[in-house]
């Protein structure tokens, strides 16, 4: 009888063919899928050149031209140039041209790409996100990503679990942002390094989708390795109709052992923001000092499903976002773009003086579509807040939720949903 | 491997944001890249640093994006090692894999300066700060993950592996 394991210990030990595995100890696994992105891709190619003339699956290779598109300037453009002609030779199944694309990490899930029990490597750090649907899923570097495209498997140092018990049910104009912000608020962003967060107990079964996408997604925001959930009626759901191939979910064990519990009420949590310049720096919003904004940008892999835009669009139906503002709304993939057409989102942020983007990483990362001046402040629902991140040095961005952000384009300073709606 | 260089001492949580700003990642030349290492945390790194030097610094060095352009970045700058209380688990493996030496001490107090001379051998496991006199033990690599550093990177040891393989 093999020991007792986590769900990421489950997962691992089946993709390294073992029967049990333990913190501590390194495998080699097998690799359901390995992703890259415009930016990581380029230096990927270049290397696995230099190791192989073929990948080892086109149909376990998904690239996603997302960060620098539509091309922001000429570099970019050659780079996106370099993936492209790379995925025609190689004849890549899973290439997502501008048009066709979304965000990776909003896309992959959408597109019924990852699936539970699965191992992916993104060289993205945000890859954690499918933890969301039960799969084991990590950032790496694009040196992994050339190696994985030629051999298929990679090297892991199985990590320790942190179990997250959610117990309760999040009241109304709080989502899977605050909670993951409350949970990095609470362990800081090197609380969970080297580490898997397993989320459990009764609180998740209220839990959308959408908020596990988010909150997953900023696992590594906690320095965590991944962010995984149980899998349950509410994952079956989602990928029905998405998901075409047969996988094998996973349940953690009994028993199973977990360095530290941390427990979370949902029912308490109350929109929060994170302070620049570190995520952890979590207060509620409801005790910020009166702070004017200058840019809010609504989107990204953290917050850019319908939803989100949802929450948005009850925010600003018949609202003027604030004449000191900048909104900048950005679906995170076509087919999200096309639902917030369909469901009239889009015309309540035009009607409410907000901008409307085609999908891209964009301003997140500092890239284009939304850079800041010096002195400038935004409120994000993007996932970092570090100095410089999203253009001046002297720039700062407030981490928040979809309906804080909302909420705070329409009055032109830090503000909770309640204020408005 | 025995290398002796100047310490460059920063703090806690040392992003990737500030080792590369994303605002220069339309390229991947890490010797154009080096040119805007630790920009937005220190401007006088990229026209100052000198091959062989060391960056020491407390927790957590290389949080956020996974992006390879940091550590192919210090490395191209001329960065012998970086020594940290800790390391982001990306970061740490990326430099493993481009033959970047990283030196984890644990967390604790490191009573090293900025300017000091460090003095590393990687091969004895010990470092001393020439400045102080003190010296410290350098933790061994774990299992294969020796095997990839003493190739050179995990390229190297791909095609060692494949090579076997054949």
Same mark, same amino acid.
Request: aromatic content about 8%; hydrophobic content about 25%; some cysteine.
């Given at each position: 009888m093999a020991r007792a394991m986590t769900m990421t210990e489950k997962i691992f030990a089946a993709h390294a063919g073992l029967s049990e595995v333990q913190p501590g100890q390194l495998i080699k696994a097998k690799l359901d899928l390995v992703l890259g992105n415009d930016i990581t891709s380029p230096p990927a190619i270049k290397e696995f050149e230099q190791i192989s003339d073929k990948v080892f699956d086109k149909d376990k290779i998904v690239l996603v031209p997302d960060h620098f598109t539509p091309n922001k300037d000429i570099k970019s453009a050659e780079m996106a140039k370099t993936m492209r002609e790379f995925a025609r030779k190689q004849n890549i199944t899973h290439y997502f041209e501008v048009g066709r694309m979304g965000i990776e990490h909003v896309l992959l899930p959408e597109q019924g790409l990852v699936a539970p029990g699965e191992v992916i490597i993104g !060289?993205?750090?945000? &890859?954690? &996100?499918? *933890? !969301?649907? *039960?799969a084991f899923a990590t950032g790496v570097g694009s040196t992994d990503m050339a190696c994985a495209m030629a051999t298929g498997e990679t090297w892991f140092k199985v990590p320790a679990s942190i179990k997250v018990e959610l117990t309760g049910k999040l009241t109304k104009w709080v989502s899977g942002k605050d909670v993951v912000l409350t949970l990095i608020g609470m362990i *800081?962003?090197? *609380? !969970?390094r080297y580490q898997s967060l397993e989320f459990a107990g009764p609180g998740v079964a209220s839990l959308t989708m959408t908020d596990r996408l988010t909150i997953s997604n900023m696992a590594i925001e906690a320095g965590a390795k991944n962010g995984i959930f149980p899998v349950d009626s509410i994952t079956e759901q989602y990928l029905t109709g998405r998901v075409k191939r047969a996988y094998t979910p996973v349940a953690a064990d009994p028993g199973a052992e977990y360095i530290r519990t941390i427990t979370i009420n949902l029912e308490k949590l109350t929109p929060v923001v994170a302070l620049p310049h570190l995520p952890e720096n979590v207060r509620p919003v409801s005790e910020m000092a009166l702070t004017p904004i200058n840019q809010v940008i609504i989107g990204s892999c953290t917050n850019g499903r319908i939803e989100d835009l949802a929450q948005a669009a009850a925010i600003f139906d018949g609202k003027q976002v604030h004449e000191d503002v900048r909104a900048i709304i950005i679906p995170g993939s076509q087919d999200v773009y096309l639902e917030a057409v369909k469901l009239g989102y889009v015309e309540i942020f035009v009607k409410a003086g907000a901008v409307v983007s085609t999908? &891209?990483?964009?301003?997140c990362l500092g890239g284009h579509m939304g850079i800041m001046a010096k002195g400038e402040r935004a409120v994000a629902t993007t996932n970092r807040n570090f100095r410089g991140r999203m253009g001046h040095v002297d720039s700062e961005v407030y981490l928040a939720s979809p309906a804080v952000a909302a909420a705070s384009a329409v009055l032109g300073r830090i503000a909770g949903p309640e204020e408005v709606a | 491997m025995r290398f002796t260089g100047k310490v460059w001492r920063y703090g806690d949580n040392v992003d990737t944001d500030v080792i590369i700003? #994303?605002?220069?990642?339309?390229? #991947?030349d890490m010797k154009e890249l080096a040119l805007h290492a630790m920009e937005d945390i220190d401007p006088t790194f990229a026209g100052k640093v000198k091959e062989g030097d060391m960056i020491v610094a407390g927790k957590?060095?290389?949080?956020?994006?996974?992006?390879?352009h940091a550590p192919g970045a210090l490395k191209a700058a001329g960065v012998a090692c970086v020594v940290a209380e800790s390391f982001a688990r990306i970061f740490y493996r990326n430099a493993i894999n481009i033959g970047l030496p990283l030196i984890e001490l644990g967390e604790g107090d490191i009573n090293i300066k900025a300017g000091d001379m460090l003095a590393v051998d990687l091969a004895a496991g010990q470092a001393e700060n020439l400045a102080s006199g003190e010296k410290f033990a350098i933790p061994a690599l774990p299992g294969f993950i020796q095997d990839i550093a003493q190739a050179g990177g995990l390229v190297p040891y791909t095609q060692q592996l494949l090579a076997k393989k054949k």
């Open positions: !060289a993205d750090s945000h &890859t954690c &996100t499918y *933890g !969301a649907v *039960g *800081g962003v090197d *609380g !969970a999908p &891209t990483c964009g301003p | 700003p #994303a605002r220069y990642l339309n390229t #991947a957590n060095f290389g949080c956020g994006s996974s992006r390879e």
